[in-house]
């Protein structure tokens, strides 16, 4: 309060005319939901049976009350959507916007272009609980929930903890630098153990490789249930610090002289962050490239204030993930190729064509 | 109020003192520059005021105490002007100076009108309305000081400490920037704080000098009192000729020894 009464501004009624602020662009906005529902038709229509879109459409409307009386649709085709297809492309919608979302919380806390969800070691965290979980204890269930995707988001939650708690030991937090390198040596020390795991049980390999490849196989509504309320909790935290996430592009000092905890804001996205990233990495493995290439193209595309690259980077990351999903799924069907591979191979060339047509851009 | 007290104000990195049983009184609206050789603890003594490191002592503003202030009520006290402010690449002069506002909102609060209209304000003041969607990287060196004194001002402290506020710019900038500050001090009755390397400047715009050499305050009063050969001499170990110029205050000229 000191300083609202100490201190008079003559403060003009006049209109408000100040340029220059970053506001979501609706066009962009309105492409990114277009977008999002395209890929989503995509995914639902693509398939090794072909359902056609007044099917879909039906399907879609028949459980309303009202609006589905009378409309009837063939019961095969009926469960192939909404045991499969629908689930899937809900699956792929929350695990891109995640990940796209939480690699760009990582990079504002980080000031890391290079950062990504699984900076803190969540990647190798997750990989050695599916791995443990495979391999030790294959077609278990916990509560009638499959252990697999349980393991994952324990190991990937025990390891950005263990990073976090040694980064505040050694730095005491007061340089994201120390905090990466406890990510570094926590995934090092993570991946050996998973790596010796999967040597001593050869039987199960061919199974780790492709979870930790990626792949987003459902089985039903459970994952999409299993992940809803982390990545919802996730995606919001992280949407009302798009403010604070500018105000972390300032130096330390600059920032803390505002009365902003910076340790506080680190905080709290980096748990919200690692909270969505290990969900949807407990249910598609770990996806690369995603929560890299998407913010960046963002950035590069409409504009680096958070205000924009948040919204834009769930609705983005959402759309190429259920597109690299219904590849993964179609390519070579009736087999799956790793979702991982579509990301990069897709995802890279055009990251490359974004980078050229904006040469001079500030990255 | 909004003067400033310092009381044996006591700062260590490591344990080694850099500042040592300081005491300062700054008038409500003085301008005090803090002067001294490199590593005596000008830019420490600004951070001791806004928390920015550990210290011993007291230090009060406006009668209040800066430790048992929170975060946002020492911002909204102190003003901050950094040496070397960092300029996020593509952000644009008005987003940065809405920065800020930061600490008249709530955690995760939203400017209102009122904050951008006072955002506006001050832009118009520093001459920097139609710079005001221009990205911080594409300014010159003098519009990106005056970029970082609008974010200051934003912030509606009534003391203001500045680090260095002509560090890398040429004489016409210094001056401009120095008599903008000045021109504020007095509109708008800000303590102002700064600490400087610039004697002459230092001497011209502020009301006193205080010079610090080694962390302790060795004289304190105005240019014609601090600034002398033989203080020079003896704490700066330079050669200079310190010239009265008639009213125009004092010029501080290196002599080639």
């Known amino acids: 309060m000191l300083g609202v009464k100490l201190f008079s501004t003559r403060v003009a009624r006049t209109p408000v005319l100040l340029g220059g602020l970053p506001r979501l662009p609706w066009a962009w906005a309105a492409g990114g939901a277009l977008a999002l529902l395209a890929s989503c038709g995509v995914g639902v229509l693509a398939g090794p049976v072909h359902i056609g879109f007044g099917t879909v459409t039906q399907a879609l409307l028949a459980p309303i009350p009202g609006l589905g009386a009378g409309i009837s649709v063939d019961p095969g085709q009926a469960n192939i959507l909404w045991s499969l297809r629908f689930p899937r492309v809900v699956l792929g919608v929350l695990v891109g916007g995640t990940l796209a979302v939480a690699g760009a919380a990582y990079q504002g806390v980080f000031r890391n272009p290079l950062a990504d969800p699984y900076l803190l070691g969540a990647a190798a965290g997750a990989n050695l609980g599916a791995t443990l979980a495979i391999a030790l204890a294959p077609g278990t269930s916990v509560f009638g929930v499959n252990v697999i995707p349980l393991a994952a988001f324990v190991g990937a939650g025990a390891a950005v903890a263990g990073a976090y708690a040694l980064g505040r030991t050694v730095t005491g937090l007061r340089s994201t630098t120390g905090l990466i390198l406890a990510g570094v040596a926590i995934a090092a020390f993570f991946n050996s153990i998973q790596s010796y795991v999967q040597q001593t049980q050869t039987s199960s390999i061919r199974q780790v490789y492709s979870w930790i490849l990626g792949r987003l196989v459902t089985a039903g509504w459970d994952d999409v249930l299993l992940v809803l309320p982390y990545v919802v909790l996730s995606v919001a935290v992280i949407f009302v610090h798009r403010r604070l996430l500018d105000a972390l592009t300032l130096g330390e000092d600059e920032i803390t002289s505002l009365g902003i905890s910076v340790r506080r804001v680190r905080l709290i996205v980096v748990v919200a962050a690692t909270l969505g990233t290990a969900a949807v990495v407990a249910v598609g493995g770990t996806i690369a490239f995603v929560g890299i290439i998407v913010p960046h193209a963002i950035r590069l595309l409409v504009g680096r204030s958070y205000r924009v690259v948040v919204p834009l980077s769930v609705l983005f990351g959402a759309a190429f993930l259920v597109l690299a999903d219904t590849a993964a799924r179609t390519v070579v069907a009736p087999a799956e190729l790793p979702i991982g591979v579509i990301t990069a191979f897709l995802g890279a060339p055009f990251f490359i064509v974004v980078m050229r047509s904006t040469r001079g851009a500030p990255l | ?257």
Do not use: C
């Open chain 2, 1 to 257: 109020m909004s003067d400033v007290s310092l009381s044996a104000v006591t700062v260590a990195y490591e344990g080694r003192p850099v500042v040592r049983d300081l005491d300062l009184a700054v008038a409500s609206g003085e301008w005090l520059s803090l002067i001294g050789p490199n590593g005596a603890g000008k830019t420490t003594v600004l951070r001791a005021i806004t928390r920015l490191v550990p210290f011993d002592g007291d230090i009060h503003i406006g009668g209040r105490a800066v430790a048992r202030l929170s975060s946002r009520d020492l911002a909204r006290g102190v003003a901050m002007l950094v040496q070397e402010p960092q300029m996020p690449a593509g952000m644009t002069v008005s987003q940065y100076a809405l920065l800020g506002r930061s600490p008249h909102l709530g955690y995760l609060g939203k400017e209102s009108s009122r904050d951008r209209r006072i955002v506006r304000d001050v832009l118009r003041r520093l001459g920097l309305d139609e710079l005001a969607s221009r990205a911080l990287d594409r300014l010159s060196g003098g519009e990106r000081q005056r970029a970082a004194i609008a974010r200051a001002l934003a912030q509606q402290a009534p003391v203001l400490l500045i680090d260095e506020p002509t560090t890398s710019l040429d004489v016409g900038r210094q001056q401009s920037v120095l008599e903008l500050i000045d021109q504020l001090r007095r509109e708008q009755e800000l303590t102002v704080i700064a600490a400087m390397h610039e004697l002459t400047l230092a001497g011209q715009y502020a009301d006193r000098l205080a010079l610090l050499v080694g962390g302790r305050l060795v004289a304190i009063g105005p240019a014609s009192e601090v600034l002398t050969e033989p203080a020079i001499a003896e704490h700066y170990r330079a050669q200079v000729k310190v010239i009265e110029m008639n009213g125009s205050g004092t010029a501080v000229v290196p002599v080639r020894r």
